[in-house]
């Protein structure tokens, strides 16, 4: 059993260790399912990551698209305005 500790910020952020990310597959941007329990009669947290996202098929569908392009907001905007452009024309 590994026992670890986790220090919060004022801002009540946290920094998981590394091994913890890597045993659950962790990655940035993922978010955590926090479920309250009572674990011999003491309040307990249960953390778990929610992949339902990850897990779906669309999750990446559009990776190769986006391959080697800018993905400033300006740029996307522009690239999308003239593709909407053409479409018309």
Request: aromatic share 6%; hydrophobic share 40%; with cysteine.
């Amino acid at each position: 059993m590994s026992v670890q500790t986790i220090k919060l910020t004022a801002k009540r952020q946290a920094t998981f260790p590394a091994a913890l990310c890597q045993d659950l597959d962790l990655r940035p941007g993922d978010r955590l399912v926090l479920e309250h329990r009572e674990i011999d009669g003491a309040p307990a947290w249960i953390m778990r990551p929610a992949f339902g996202d990850r897990n779906s098929p669309w999750f990446g569908a559009l990776r190769s698209f986006a391959s080697g392009k800018s993905h400033a907001m300006d740029e996307i905007r522009r690239s999308t305005g003239k593709k909407t452009a053409e479409a018309k024309s």
